[in-house]
């Protein structure tokens, strides 16, 4: 099973200002919607409640810091799956990620929420594809395979 971590980023790796923050800024989301329908999408108690609106036509599993990341994706009987965030779910869930979609926007935060929270190995990325974002220009989606 393909486990895709996908994201809106700052070009100084922050995802989020803090963790209660509606995410407003991101430019993606019609990307985003195309690539997650119909998919199991994975995030952490606080991404479910940052949400506008309920993610329809995908299965939003909510996880929280005590999971087995193994034991839910065992569960799920799908060809693949989108990892969601935050930072911590994005960690946990890191050893078991095939590829990572990421769109960086124009924006630096300085502080906040990163990509990854208290990331213990290094990945190796290999680039697949870039991805134009429909309707802004200059704005991209890179993805990346996970050498494992």
Same mark, same amino acid.
């Given at each position: ?7 809106? !980023? %700052? ?14 800024? %991101? ?8 690539? =997650? ?5 994975? &995030?952490?108690?606080? %991404?479910? *409640? =940052?949400? *506008? ?16 990341? $193994? $034991?839910?994706? #065992?569960?799920? +009987?799908? $060809? $693949?799956?989108?990892? @969601?965030?935050?930072?911590?779910? #994005? !960690? &946990?869930?890191?050893?078991?990620? %095939?590829? @990572? ?6 924006? /630096?935060?300085? *502080?906040? @929420? +990163?990509?990854? !929270? ?10 697949? #594809? /870039?991805?134009?974002?429909? #309707? ?9 395979? @996970?050498?494992?």
């Amino acid at each position: 099973m393909d486990v895709i971590l996908i994201a809106a !980023t %700052t070009v100084d790796g922050y995802i989020a200002r803090h963790s209660n923050e509606v995410i407003d800024w %991101t430019l993606d989301l019609h990307l985003f919607k195309e690539q =997650t329908m119909g998919c199991p999408v994975i &995030m952490g108690s606080n %991404t479910k *409640k =940052t949400l *506008k609106v309920d993610l329809s036509g995908r299965e939003e599993v909510v996880v929280h810091r005590h999971d087995n990341p $193994k $034991k839910i994706l #065992n569960n799920i +009987k799908t $060809k $693949k799956c989108f990892v @969601i965030g935050g930072g911590r779910v #994005n !960690t &946990m869930f890191s050893p078991y990620l %095939t590829h @990572i979609y990421l769109t960086f926007h124009p924006l /630096v935060f300085t *502080k906040g @929420i +990163k990509l990854f !929270t208290g990331l213990k190995n290094e990945m190796k990325l290999i680039p697949i #594809n /870039v991805v134009p974002v429909l #309707n802004r220009k200059n704005l991209f989606q890179f993805q990346y395979k @996970i050498q494992k």
